[in-house]
C-alpha cells in the first residue's frame, strides 16, 4: 500500500471513529485558521515588499545625487562617500569600472564581483542586493550604471527594514496564532450551537428507542414561521413523523383491543356450541341441529370477521393488481348480487350517460367490496321491503336508505372500526364494514361520505378524483 492510500485510509478511520459535532468543529477550525495563516503571510510579504521598496526609492535618489555631484571629463574610479556608519542618509558610493586594470590603487568599500563589471559595460541592467558591511550590519546596495565603461554603486544601511520586517514577522505569528486559537473556538461553538437541534432529535429518537414511546418531541427553538433553518425544518418534520407514528401506533393498539373484543363473543359462543356437540349423545335431534345451525352460523361470523381485520390491515392496493374498470358494470353487477342477497329490499340502479364508458384505475375485487358493504349496510338498516336507491354519475357513486338514518352524534363515528351505533347494535355485523369500505376508497384515491339524507335515512357519496 503506497504511503498516499495509507494516508487516506487513515483519515477514513479517523472520521469514521469521530462524532459529527467534532468533524465538524475540526473542519471549521481548519478552514478559518487556513484564512487567517494566508492572510497573514500574505500580509508579511506585503509589507516586506513596501519595506524594502522605500530603502530602495532612497537609494535610487542617492545614486542619482551622487553621479550629479561626481560626474566630470575625465573619470574619478574609487570611493566617493561616506562609509555607510549612520542608519540613513548619506549613502555610501563608488565608481567601478568596467575593465579590472582601471580599478584604483585603494581598496572598495562595497564588493565589487562580476556582476558589477557587465553592468558597467552595459551588458546587465541595474539591480538590488543584500550585503553585510564589514561592521557586520546589514546592507542593501544598489549598482547602475554611472556613463559608458563605469558603474556606481550605492548602499544604505538595512536596519530599519530588518528590523521591520522582524517585527512583522513576529507580529503577524501572534495574530496568526490568535487567529488560529480563534478558530478553534469559533469551530466548537458553532458546531455546538449548529449541531443542538440535531443532538436533540438523536437524543429523542435513542429515547424513542428505548422506551417505545412515540409521544416525544423535538423541542423547537422560537422564531417566526416560515423562516426557519434546515436544521429547524428537519427537527419539524421529525416531530410530524413522530406524531404520525403515534396516531399509527394508537391505532394499531385500538385495532387489537377492538378486535380481541369482538372475537371474545363468539368464539365463548363456539366453544359452548363445540361442547355441546360434544355431547350429541344428550342431545334429541332438534337440540342436536339447533347447536350444529348455531355452530356453522358463529364460523361464518368469525371467518367473516378475520377476514376484515386482513382486509383492514392493508393500507395501500398492490400495485401490479390495479388495471382499468368501468365502474357501471361493476356496480351493475353488485347491486345484482345485492338484490339475490336481500331479498327483502328493493334495489334500484341509476347510471348517467358519462359514467358509461368511463374508466379508472382500481382493484375490481376491493372496488367490488367497497360497493358490496355500502349496499349490505343500507339494506341492513331499510324496513322490510324498503327501498335502496343507486346512482351512478361521472365522478360519484351514491346510495340512499330510507331506514332510520344517523344520529347527529354517530355522523363523526360512522367509518370508525367496531364503532356501532345504539340502533344497530341488535343487528348483525361486525362494525367493519364501513371503516373497510373508505380504506379502500382511500386506498383508490377516493373520497366516502356519510350524511343524512333529506326525507330520512342515510346516503353515503363516493367521488372520484
Excluded at 243 to 251: D, F, G, N, R
Aim: glycine letters at 8%; hydrophobic letters at 45%.
Amino acid at each position: 500500500m503506497s504511503a498516499a492510500r495509507a494516508r487516506r485510509a487513515l483519515g477514513a478511520r479517523w472520521r469514521r471513529r469521530r462524532p459529527l459535532r467534532t468533524r465538524l468543529a475540526v473542519a471549521a477550525s481548519a478552514a478559518v485558521a487556513l484564512v487567517a495563516i494566508c492572510v497573514c503571510t500574505a500580509s508579511f510579504f506585503v509589507l516586506r515588499y513596501k519595506l524594502y521598496q522605500q530603502l530602495d526609492q532612497n537609494l535610487a535618489q542617492s545614486a542619482t545625487l551622487a553621479a550629479q555631484q561626481h560626474r566630470s571629463e575625465e573619470r574619478d574610479y574609487g570611493v566617493l562617500a561616506g562609509e555607510c556608519r549612520y542608519l540613513g542618509a548619506p549613502a555610501c558610493a563608488q565608481v567601478v569600472p568596467a575593465a579590472p586594470a582601471d580599478d584604483p590603487g585603494k581598496p572598495y568599500l562595497l564588493p565589487v564581483n562580476r556582476s558589477t563589471r557587465q553592468v558597467a559595460a552595459g551588458e546587465l541592467a541595474a539591480y538590488y542586493s543584500n550585503f553585510t558591511l564589514p561592521n557586520g550590519k546589514p546592507g542593501r546596495m544598489l549598482t547602475t550604471s554611472y556613463g559608458k565603461g563605469a558603474a556606481v554603486q550605492v548602499a544604505l544601511r538595512a536596519d530599519i527594514a530588518e528590523r521591520g520586517v522582524r517585527q512583522t514577522a513576529a507580529i503577524l505569528s501572534v495574530v496568526g496564532g490568535a487567529g488560529v486559537l480563534l478558530s478553534a473556538l469559533g469551530g466548537y461553538w458553532v458546531s455546538r450551537t449548529g449541531l443542538a437541534p440535531v443532538a436533540r432529535l438523536t437524543a429523542t429518537a435513542e429515547r424513542i428507542a428505548a422506551t417505545r414511546d412515540a409521544r416525544h418531541r423535538i423541542e423547537l427553538p422560537p422564531g417566526p414561521p416560515g423562516r426557519e433553518d434546515e436544521v429547524t425544518r428537519l427537527a419539524a418534520t421529525f416531530n410530524t413523523m413522530l406524531a404520525e407514528l403515534e396516531e399509527s401506533v394508537a391505532a394499531r393498539r385500538r385495532l387489537v383491543a377492538d378486535a380481541s373484543h369482538e372475537l371474545r363473543t363468539p368464539l365463548t359462543a363456539l366453544r359452548t356450541n363445540a361442547e355441546l356437540l360434544a355431547r350429541a349423545d344428550l342431545l334429541n335431534e332438534a337440540q342436536r341441529d339447533r347447536a350444529s345451525g348455531a355452530l356453522a352460523r358463529q364460523l361464518r361470523e368469525v371467518t367473516g370477521l378475520v377476514n376484515d381485520l386482513i382486509e383492514l390491515a392493508r393500507d395501500e392496493e398492490p400495485r401490479p393488481l390495479l388495471e382499468d374498470v368501468a365502474p357501471a358494470p361493476l356496480v351493475a353487477h353488485v347491486v345484482e348480487a345485492a338484490r339475490e342477497h336481500w331479498p327483502g329490499v328493493v334495489f334500484t340502479l341509476d347510471v348517467a350517460p358519462d359514467a358509461a364508458g368511463r374508466t379508472l384505475p382500481g382493484v375490481p375485487a376491493r372496488l367490488a367490496r367497497l360497493v358490496t358493504n355500502l349496499l349490505d349496510n343500507a339494506a341492513k338498516f331499510s324496513p322490510p321491503g324498503g327501498l335502496v336507491e343507486v346512482s351512478l354519475s361521472g365522478r360519484e357513486l351514491t346510495v340512499r336508505d330510507h331506514g332510520p338514518g344517523i344520529a347527529e352524534e354517530d355522523l363523526p363515528h360512522v367509518f370508525d372500526r367496531f364503532y356501532r351505533a345504539e340502533k344497530a347494535r341488535a343487528l348483525p355485523g361486525s362494525g367493519l364494514g364501513l371503516a373497510m369500505a373508505r380504506q379502500i376508497a382511500h386506498a383508490h384515491g377516493a373520497e366516502l361520505h356519510a350524511e343524512a339524507a333529506p326525507g330520512g335515512g342515510a346516503r353515503f357519496r363516493l367521488t372520484w378524483p
